[in-house]
């Protein structure tokens, strides 16, 4: 017999029976569901050590794992996660706007904000309507669906809010970004009834067409391209300057002063404070950086999945952790 075809249970060293109780308290069984999150690259995400907590807070029997799935290998990866009855999907860069073709309904978060960052998966039931996954035990699933959802708009207001304490309605904003995150990002403050939103990004063209899409979506809201003159209430970076050590400011200052600006937030989460958070505190400016828009995003992600309440809290703890090694 060869090392290869020993029992497994019976290898030196392999506890095979011994329960280890994992992060949910329960051990991972056959009854164990799955979520997770597709990206590439993945390696660095947050996402499991936050979901995994929420889950365990909750007391479920799931677990949430990481993917680096290739472009090409979307569509697939999505249809293999519903054959094998996943409860739900999370889809970060580059796969947000991919997804809007290959989901099979969408929701109308998805729709208005037009990119999908979560998906969950229903079956069909008795009386012909759609129930979430995560309400039916796997053996009576069969016709299923994935559905698409966007949970990253509602979670820059709500950051915003929560961190900086800023009423968005009415506010002066300068907002640095017009690619995936910046387009979202910007028609949801205006959406929101910011006041005055100057757009402004590296490929001006960008800024034009996307002040263009708010000006016929969202007529109240005073939509401008380039550096606004005065004060303003708030920064918002959505550019991904401020990833690298290295990088600099994203806005030229020739054309803005951080003195004139009240706040400043920065989607960037990793590092907790970006060349521009520290020139913006430094200015004396409030600050805040991307970590609770990544914490509400995959919070309502949850909600969405399990239909209750996620353990906010719980999960905000365990990404600073994750993150800064608080
Ligand atoms: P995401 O999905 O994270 O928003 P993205 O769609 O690639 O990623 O958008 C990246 C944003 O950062 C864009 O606004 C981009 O500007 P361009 O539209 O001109 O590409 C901005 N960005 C990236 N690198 C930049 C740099 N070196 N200087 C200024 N802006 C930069």
Redesign the pocket.
Known sequence: MNKNSFPLARRPGLHYNRRVPDSAGSSINATTRLCAVYGHPIKHSASPAMHNAGLAALGLNWRYLAFDVAPGELRAAIAGAKAMKFIGLNLT?PHKLLALDLVDELDATAKTWGAVNTIRFETRVADGGWRPLAEVATDDANELRAVGFNTDADAVVRAIGEDLKLELRGARVLFL??????RVGALRLAAEGVGELALV???AS?AVELAKEIRQRFPMCGVSVGYPAGKVDLVVN????GLKPDDGL?FDQNQFALTDAGAVFDMIYRPAETPLLRAARLAGCRIANGLGMLLHQGARALEIWCGQPAPVAVMRCVLEENIYGK
């Open positions: 860069v970004g017009a690619g995936g995150a910046g990004n590296r490929t960008k959505a550019t991904s300057l994203p």
